[in-house]
C-alpha cells in the first residue's frame, strides 16, 4: 500500500521558517519524481515544487521560487520542503504526491503564517 505522510508544519510569524518532511513506504521511491502541492481553505489544489528521481535541482511554482527548496533522501525514502521567508498567503495544507498527481496525496500537514 502506497502511503505518504506529511509532517512538520505548525504556525510562525511572516518572514519566518519551517522544514517539512514527507515519509514515503510501500514503493520504490527511488523510481519515482516526488512534488508537493498545497490546498487552502476554499482554493483549488495549488502545485509547489517536484524534483527528480536522484535528487538535484528542483523545480518551482512562481509563487515560491527564491524561498522554497525541496530535496530528497532516497536512503530514508523521505521528501523534504525547507520554506524561508514565508507569507501569509502561504498558508495551506501541504501534501506530498508521486510524481505530479495530486490523487496519490497521503496525510497532509497545516502551515498557518500569521501576523
Known amino acids: 500500500e502506497v502511503q505518504l505522510q506529511a509532517s512538520g508544519g505548525g504556525e510562525v510569524q511572516p518572514g519566518g521558517s519551517l522544514r517539512l518532511s514527507c515519509a514515503a513506504s510501500?514503493?520504490?521511491?527511488?523510481?519515482?519524481?516526488m512534488s508537493w502541492f498545497r490546498q487552502a481553505p476554499g482554493e483549488k489544489p495549488e502545485w509547489v515544487s517536484s524534483i527528480g528521481r536522484a535528487g538535484g535541482a528542483g523545480i518551482y511554482a512562481d509563487s515560491v521560487k527564491g524561498r522554497f527548496t525541496t530535496s530528497r533522501d532516497n536512503a530514508k525514502n523521505t521528501l523534504y520542503l525547507q520554506m524561508d521567508s514565508l507569507k501569509p498567503d502561504d498558508t495551506a495544507v501541504y501534501y506530498c504526491t508521486r510524481q505530479s498527481d495530486f490523487g496519490s496525496r497521503g496525510q497532509g500537514t497545516l502551515v498557518t503564517v500569521f501576523s
Open positions: 510501500g514503493f520504490a521511491f527511488s523510481d519515482y519524481t
